[in-house]
């Protein structure tokens, strides 16, 4: 390889990427968010998509869902520099150490007439698409299912009238009785 | 608890973090005053345990506090006003962080009810300092501040060191509370980091060792922030297997430089024995070190036959760089420990009399080779002088960053751990001076060098005025060459020789600017004076600026020219225009 003079090594990594959720349950506290977004931006992670709430308010904990891309190495990097920061408990990667179920939720508003309303009611239905609003001219749909499910309904409601769409991110869960 | 007992908790917030230091065994800390901080320098005045030494710049405060920490393996404590002083302090933090130094930093913030209006001073300064600290808080509650403050301490001094800052607004610090004593429930719940090493990983690690036929061992800082077991135990692991060893230059005094196994420093600027031992190895040993870029050279040709053993108290350091074959997270004492106790019930010395025959066939190169001068200094030489005047004496040796850093630690033999602090992760021009100031103030009696460049001492000369007025002795030895010398080094070899801003124009007299500060002066510019000068040097009980002229363009070597793998380094011997040109072949730089 043929490395312009540098101080710095300059290295191409031809490891391909993969695509990793990770749950992450932290002390509710201020800026532990801000911590976390930070060391993506720091360090040159990839986001896909974030959600975070609390979700045992007594203990003050909150869980943030990640989904990252990266090559192993990366995604490795990625979980144990979370783990190290101070008021994380826990980092568990939903999709290499268990099998689990992701979901998401989008409002869909769609704007159209005539064919176009009546075949947009249609494919909701076929989606389990719930009507949350409506009027003469619109529906505002509300879709909840894994990210592809939720990408292909909007991809369908583009040429009917799509006006916009807001979407929580991905949250997720391991199957079975256990807890993380 | 008794009503007296409960009263004499009941303190304002200022109080609480003199108590707290107090509590902490804390005896010195470094500081500068400021609007936000008032509350605290006003209890300060108001006791004698804690001794505060005031800097001339917040900057100079951190250091001081590095070099306090890196000399007692006690962490060092700053203290700031809100606003310029805290940002003056992400200098000193980013470098604590990069090196895993214990810091606690407190600062002062504007009061709770300004916080986010652009008042006077105001800085997001936890913000701002996130990304440069193990941890820090915003106490916005005085009864929050005792838990906050022991578990700041605690957070800098466990684990993987590092440092901290508490930001602790005005209104708080007036504020009246109630204090309580460190307790173990200050700590998140959040926080545990790992000691004990797992015990399969190490039985692998000893099987590893004893069936090496080309074993090394590569320590760093962890060892020596570990403490002073796991120094003896390295000590006892290279006595008991054989096995050769080389350091970090963060890891250097761990295995002392006189020892028998001891192959000098690696990495770019390493001899050449310890970089071919690196390369040619068949089972390594990392103990304590990250694998960093200065180090490996090019990663994917480094050491490409060994099977690698890592230690590290910090998982995220494991398989950062380099994959690893057997990783044991935990502190390094502890797994030392461990590894010594398996291989004497179980294993036997490796037979590695072959290996040994190869590394003298390497160090008969004599990487570190410089040709002396009668006419002009030669820095190496300087540094070998220095070093041969204060061998055992005690002393302690800081340094500032670029060409004689890398001389310092390639020629000045480091015997004991704690004795030598320099900046190796952020590599911060402006650090020895202040460092200094801070390992003198925890070791008053002791000789305390800074190995310094002309052009790094510039940047925190200010701190002179603090020697000066706590008349603490510290020695600054300005190897000077009157360039950026190492910043010349690389624009010689990689930028056609176009030294554009790297000559030291308009250099003051350093004499004069010692007796400006009311310290000592001294200049030697030929070889026939050195030794004098610096035995004049180490005799004054007095802060010494010693401007030692040495060569212009000296260049360091060995070095491993960017891009190339261990056994790719360019030797002194072969450092003639051509064999640099071909190293260095390529266009510009884009990093
Ligand atoms: C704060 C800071 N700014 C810039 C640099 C880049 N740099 C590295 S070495 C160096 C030159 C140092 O010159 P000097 O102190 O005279 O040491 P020499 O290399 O000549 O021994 C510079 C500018 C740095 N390390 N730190
Ligand atoms: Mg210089």
Known sequence: MNQPASAYFIEERHDPNETHTLAVLVQNEPGVLARVIGLFSGRGYNIESLTVSETEAQKHLSRITIVTTGTPMVIAQIKHQLDRMVPVYQVVDMTQTRRSIERELAMVKVRGQGEHRVESLRLADAFRARVIDATTESFVFEITGNTDKINQFIDLMRPLGLVEVSRTGVAAIGRGPEGM | MSDKSHDSNQMTGAAMIVRALIDHGVTDIFGYPGGAVLPIYDEIFQQSEVQHILVRHEQGAGHAAEGYARSTGKPGVALVTSGPGATNMVTPLTDALMDSIPLVCISGQVPTHLIGNDAFQECDTVGITRPCTKHNWLVRDVNDLAKVLHEAFYVATTGRPGPVLVDVPKDVQFATGTYHPPRKSDVHRSYAPRVKGDATQIRKAVSLLASAKRPVIYSGGGVINSGPEATKLLRELVEVTGIPITSTLMGLGAYPASGKNWLGMLGMHGTYEANMTMH???????????????????????????????????????????????????????????????????????????????????????????????????????????????????????????????????????????????????????????????????????????????????????????????????????????????????????????????????????VKLAEAYGAVGLQVTKPADLDGAIKEMIAVKRPVLFDCRVAALENCFPMIPSGKAHNEMLLPEQANDEATAKAFAGGKALV
């Open chain 2, 280 to 510: 040619d190895c068949d089972v390594m040993l990392c103990v304590g070190a990250r694998f960093d870029d200065r180090i490996t050279g090019r990663v994917d040709a480094f050491s490409p036959g060994s099977k690698k053993i890592h230690i590290d108290i910090d998982p995220s350091s494991i398989n950062k760089n380099i994959r690893v074959d057997v990783p044991i997270i935990g502190d390094c004492g502890n797994v030392l420990g461990d590894i010594l106790q398996v291989f004497k019930a179980e294993a036997k010395k490796p037979d590695i009399k072959a290996w040994w025959q190869q590394i003298a066939q390497w160090r008969a190169r004599n990487s570190l080779y410089y040709k002396k001068s009668n006419d002009v200094i030669l820095p190496q030489h300087a540094i070998q002088s220095l070093f041969e005047a204060t061998r055992g004496k005690d002393t302690y040796i800081t340094t500032e960053v670029g060409q004689h850093q890398m001389w310092a630690a390639q020629f000045y033999g480091f015997e004991e751990p704690h004795r030598w602090m320099t900046s190796g992760g952020l590599g911060t021009m402006g650090y020895g001076l202040p460092a200094a100031v801070g390992v003198q103030v925890a070791h008053p009696d002791s000789l305390v060098i800074d190995i310094a460049g002309d052009a790094s001492v510039q940047m925190t000369i200010q701190e002179m005025s603090t020697a000066v007025q706590y008349e603490l002795p510290i020695k600054i030895f300005i190897l000077n060459n009157q360039y950026m010398g190492m910043v010349r080094q690389w624009q010689q070899l990689l930028h056609g020789n176009r030294l554009s801003h790297s000559y030291s124009e308009a250099l003051p007299d350093f």
